[in-house]
C-alpha cells in the first residue's frame, strides 16, 4: 500500500502563485506515474498534470498548460505541482494521485489517492 499526504493548499489572489507537494510512503516503489487531479464545487473530478516515474513524460490539462508545472523529486518520494497565475476558475480541492501505469488522465487508472488540499483563488 502508499499512503499520500498534500501540503501547500491555501487562499491566494488572482494571479498568484502556490506550490503543492504530495508526499508518498510505504511501498513507494510501486507508485510509477503520479499525478494531480481536482474536484470544484458541483463538478465532477478532472485532470491537471501526470509525471512518470523517470520525469521524461509529463502531462497537463489545457486549462493549466503553461501556468502548472508538475515535478517529482524520487528521492523524497514527493511530486510538486507549481501553480503560477493563479485564476478563481483554478479554486478546487487538489488531489494526488499515484500507481498509473502511464500518463493518463482518466482516475480509475490511478490507485492511490490523497485525501485532498482546498486552493482557493480570489479574484
Known amino acids: 500500500q502508499v499512503q499520500l499526504v498534500e501540503s501547500g493548499g491555501g487562499l491566494v489572489q488572482a494571479g498568484g502563485s502556490l506550490r503543492l507537494s504530495c508526499a508518498a510512503s510505504g511501498r513507494t516503489s510501486t507508485t510509477a506515474t503520479m499525478g494531480w487531479f481536482r474536484q470544484a464545487p458541483g463538478k465532477e473530478r478532472e485532470f491537471v498534470a501526470a509525471v512518470s516515474w523517470s520525469g521524461s513524460n509529463i502531462g497537463y490539462a489545457d486549462s493549466v498548460k503553461g501556468r502548472f508545472t508538475i515535478s517529482r523529486d524520487n528521492a523524497k518520494n514527493t511530486v510538486y505541482l507549481q501553480m503560477n497565475s493563479l485564476k478563481p476558475e483554478d479554486t478546487a480541492v487538489y488531489y494526488c494521485?499515484?500507481?498509473?501505469?502511464?500518463?493518463?488522465?482518466?482516475?480509475?487508472?490511478?490507485?492511490?489517492w490523497g485525501q485532498g488540499t482546498q486552493v482557493t483563488v480570489s479574484s
Open positions: 494521485a499515484a500507481g498509473a501505469a502511464a500518463v493518463v488522465r482518466t482516475e480509475k487508472y490511478y490507485i492511490y
